[in-house]
């Protein structure tokens, strides 16, 4: 099993350039692209499973899920065939900045980080 830490950076890597904020943005700011619905093409995992994963990891690392909106669930082909989803956690409003979370899951192993916001 190969540690999601590299795709975490490259992630990371790519909110960060977009803006953080606009990873958590409201009606009207930046926003993301569309997210992933179904099982995507080459995926090994379907959406609701990932889901399932996510929710399971997150409330183990002590997040209560009725806190937050239901996750924005992207997926991500990136190099070398790496298959990588990622999903976005808002708090429900109001919320102070940094509340919101992310959870990558390999779609090859299914192994999942929950990384906190900031």
Same mark, same amino acid.
């Given at each position: 099993?190969?540690p999601l830490y590299p795709?975490?950076?490259?992630?990371?890597?790519?909110?960060?350039?977009?803006?953080?904020?606009?990873?958590?943005?409201?009606?009207?700011?930046? @926003?993301?692209?569309?997210?992933?619905? !179904?099982?995507? *093409?080459?995926?090994?995992?379907? +959406?609701?499973? &990932?889901?399932?994963? @996510?929710d399971t990891a997150a409330?183990? !690392?002590?997040? *209560?899920?009725?806190?937050?909106? +239901?996750?924005? &669930?992207?997926?991500?082909?990136?190099?070398?065939?790496?298959?990588?989803?990622?999903?976005?956690y808002e708090g429900i409003?109001?919320?102070?900045?940094?509340?919101?979370?992310?959870?990558?899951?390999?779609?090859?192993?299914?192994?999942?980080?929950?990384?906190?916001?900031?």
């Open positions: 099993m190969r795709y975490a950076q490259v992630i990371l890597g790519m909110v960060f350039a977009c803006g953080w904020p606009a990873a958590f943005a409201q009606p009207g700011e930046h @926003a993301l692209p569309p997210e992933t619905q !179904g099982t995507p *093409t080459g995926a090994a995992l379907s +959406r609701d499973t &990932v889901i399932s994963l @996510a409330s183990k !690392g002590g997040y *209560t899920l009725l806190k937050y909106q +239901r996750p924005h &669930v992207y997926f991500n082909f990136m190099k070398g065939d790496t298959r990588l989803w990622t999903l976005f409003q109001p919320t102070p900045p940094g509340s919101g979370f992310m959870v990558l899951v390999d779609d090859r192993t299914g192994f999942v980080k929950v990384i906190p916001g900031e």
